[in-house]
């Protein structure tokens, strides 16, 4: 039933906003001084897991067909090369404004398909594999962002001083 | 189309059993002894975690109607109280068997759901409050349960020695 389509878009489309908004409350309350740091001994920093899930969602733009990533370079820093005190990084600063930005972008562009284009391919699959293989579409690529987000919003949440 | 409403189903369960996949892989690979650890100084141990994973899926069976809790004794010590050494814990071997126990039951009862069933309502919501809100449906009980494990896979993976 069309209804039911629409329920699911809704759901996971509620999902990864609530996510997203799980994130926002969090760089609310944390301090700069506190996200600089690793959020266990030796693993990742805060400022790492900051940037890296900005240049995530910022690659989710071109992927749903809404146009050109904002902030590309941040991809060799934050996805392709891990956690280096050594590498020049973007300010804390900048990153949480990059953060809103981006996500200010893609909730406005999600806001707008319709139930087809949700379930339309996402711009990383051809049309010969998407007709083989259906499930490699949008709602497809904005549920697995969703866990993403919670998975290192688990491990962001620990630099939280209580 | 019903077609997309079956693909958003396979999509959602997909993405949950992917994490739940993770989570064993993870528990293949980590030590007892590694386990125990808190996931950062001062947070929650991965004992307790593990716990508490466990418990949340334990109370999902009842929730999508799939009968009685495996452990219903598990949720006193790992969801209404926070992690405390002080506090008597099942051992992570009997842990690590329930998890498999739990997951294993609610995977194959879900295996079984029609469409309509993963869009109707869950447990703890009245017919009447469904009727205004259908998104509170099996399928969101399955896709908040997947966001929860990721964030808290994320933590487990800390303890993991590379």
């Given at each position: 039933m069309d209804d039911n389509q629409n329920l699911a878009i809704q759901i996971v489309f509620e999902g990864f906003k609530n996510n997203v908004k799980a994130i926002n409350n969090f760089l609310e309350k944390v301090s700069d001084s506190d996200l600089?740091?690793?959020?266990?001994?030796?693993k990742n920093s805060g400022h790492y897991l900051l940037g890296h899930i900005i240049a995530v969602h910022d690659n989710m733009i071109p992927l749903l067909g809404?146009?050109?990533?904002?902030?590309?370079?941040?991809g060799d820093i934050f996805i392709k090369n891990p956690d280096n005190i050594h590498t020049e990084k973007p300010s804390i600063e900048q990153l949480r404004e990059q953060w809103n930005s981006v996500n200010l972008m893609l909730l406005e562009k999600l806001e707008t398909l319709n139930s087809a284009q949700w379930f339309g391919k996402h711009s990383s699959v051809s049309e010969e594999d998407f007709a083989k293989?259906?499930?490699?579409n949008k709602l497809n690529v904005v549920l697995s962002r969703t866990s993403h987000l919670a998975y290192h919003g688990g491990q962001l949440i620990l630099l939280k001083n209580n």
């Open positions: 600089v740091k690793q959020v266990s001994n030796g809404f146009g050109e990533s904002l902030y590309p370079h941040l293989e259906p499930k490699r």
